[in-house]
């Protein structure tokens, strides 16, 4: 039979113990959210697994964007000024998509080496304005 102050420091281990675990468990999930993005550089350095999900962000490299004709398939270079990454995407790009123009795609790394994007976010630099403002007070 347990005395009242051993129930007691059963319940306290038990209750830190919960703590413990359910901390373990959400810092697990938050492992892969705490990297935004990796570059070129950082994703070849690592060794990123071809099949793991990611994140790749860069700048777009002049010249390098080619659209296959009469579809939404697109390939380019993404670069951070070490190393560069091949990216291939299928769908609509985003309007602020462009040459020179910094993005994040999150995608997967195929066997041969190239990125293969499910998704392209463009970012926008600090001068963005949104259209309404813009027509508003031109500049």
């Not at 113990?17 to 373990?24: I, M, Q, Y």
């Not at 993005?37 to 099949?51: C, E």
């Amino acid at each position: 039979m347990l005395t009242r102050r051993q129930r007691r420091i059963y319940s306290v281990i038990s209750i830190l113990l919960g703590v413990a675990v359910a901390a373990g468990l959400a810092l697990f999930a938050l492992r892969r959210s705490v990297d935004l993005y990796y570059t070129p550089s950082q994703a070849i350095d690592r060794g990123v697994l071809a099949g793991r999900e990611f994140r790749l962000g860069g700048l777009v490299v002049r010249g390098s964007v080619h659209y296959v004709p009469h579809s939404v398939r697109v390939s380019f270079v993404l670069t951070d000024f070490h190393r560069q990454m091949k990216v291939y995407y299928q769908g609509i790009l985003p309007d602020l998509f462009r040459e020179g123009q910094g993005i994040v795609a999150e995608g997967r790394l195929n066997s041969i080496g190239v990125f293969v994007a499910d998704q392209v976010l463009a970012k926008h630099d600090e001068n963005y304005q949104p259209p309404e403002i813009m027509q508003d007070h031109p500049s």
